[in-house]
């Protein structure tokens, strides 16, 4: 089974700054995109950012200028995330567009004020 291994998370106060990283097994043929999804309690799961293999990014607006993803082979994705905040706070989940759509288990970041 296609895993997809996550780790950076952590605990930070406001203003501080994560490196999140993922990489699959190397078992994904076809990637065609990379990226992460969070996940607060009692909300929906929201697209963080997300970057093809042609180095195309999507970010949404939240964290548009704070965060930055980035793809290191086509195996290996990384989100920095600088000047948390609060309700930067939750699950972060890692990814992988191919012949279908592969999750990882999720990373916890929380951001205290």
């Known amino acids: 089974q296609v895993q997809l291994v996550e780790s950076g998370g952590g605990s930070v106060q406001a203003g501080g700054s994560l490196t999140l990283n993922c990489r699959n097994d190397?078992?994904?043929?076809?990637?065609?995109?990379m990226g992460w999804y969070r996940q607060a309690p009692g909300k929906q799961r929201e697209l963080v950012a997300v970057i093809t293999t042609r180095g195309e990014t999507t970010y949404a607006d939240s964290v548009k200028g704070r965060f930055t993803i980035f793809m290191n082979a086509r195996n290996k994705v990384y989100l920095q995330m600088n000047s948390l905040k609060p309700e930067d706070t939750a699950l972060y989940y890692c990814y992988t567009e191919a012949d279908r759509t592969y999750w990882g288990p999720g990373t916890q970041v929380t951001v205290s004020s």
């Open positions: 190397g078992r994904i043929y076809g990637t065609k995109a």
